[in-house]
């Protein structure tokens, strides 16, 4: 079985440009979460969706962020514009709907220019 | 405000020996504590997790400490091995009314020296 991939690995970019991150969860599950992990940081929670619907946005830091699930399978997370603090690596992870056992992708490796 | 303390932020260890990752909380809400480990490259990848009823949980070489009064938790590799080299993350999850919520430490970079 498939696990949790991410598009694409790495991405370099400049401050004001565009960047759009894609994740396919593991099918079947219907929970998907972004993660985000500054060097040498925690893996900070940005959001949550169960199934296509924004369960728990309370962790994308401001509206530069875009993150959308239609029909409920693969997300898309839009940086529009970077800038230089989005810099970082963006984890998706997908569970099943009534358990806390998460599977994380490889990760996105995002550096803002 | 960090939810999760961990530390310490890099351990190197002879192989054989005993590996211990600290972490701390504080929120009492928390009531499952996993643990992931992260090879260079992948996603961090679940290892062993607890709960709050039990004190400790061991699943081969890996086992977790918990000590809910003090609300610290370890995680212990026996015998460590160069293949254990990696960075490990605790984390504390809660219920709340828009689903589950993860919080994570700020990871270990384990090293096994042969």
């Known amino acids: 079985e498939a696990g949790v991939t991410q598009f694409p690995s790495h991405s370099v970019i400049e401050k004001g440009q565009t960047v759009t991150l894609r994740c396919d969860p593991i099918s079947g599950h219907d929970n998907l979460y972004w993660y985000r992990r500054v060097m040498g940081k925690e893996i900070k929670f940005l959001l949550h969706f169960v199934k296509e619907s924004k369960q728990d946005e309370s962790g994308m830091p401001n509206n530069r962020f875009l993150a959308e699930r239609t029909g409920g399978t693969y997300s898309t997370l839009k940086v529009q514009p970077a800038e230089l603090e989005d810099s970082g690596v963006y984890f998706c992870a997908s569970s099943l709907r009534d358990t806390r056992v998460q599977f994380f992708g490889p990760g996105t490796r995002l550096t803002v220019l | ?114």
């Open chain 2, 1 to 114: 405000q960090q939810q999760v303390k961990q530390s310490p932020q890099s351990l190197i260890v002879q192989k054989g020996g005993i590996s211990i990752i600290n972490c701390a909380y504080e929120n009492t809400a928390f009531d499952y504590f996993p643990w992931y480990q992260q090879f260079p490259g992948k996603g961090p990848a679940l290892l062993i997790a607890i709960r709050p009823d039990v004190s400790e949980k061991k699943e081969g070489r890996f086992t977790i400490s918990f000590n809910k009064s003090a609300k610290q938790f370890s995680l212990h590799i026996m015998d460590s091995q160069p293949g254990d080299s990696a960075t490990y993350f605790c984390a504390a999850s809660l219920r709340s009314n828009t689903g589950n919520q993860f919080y994570f430490g700020t990871g270990t970079s384990l090293t096994v020296i042969p």
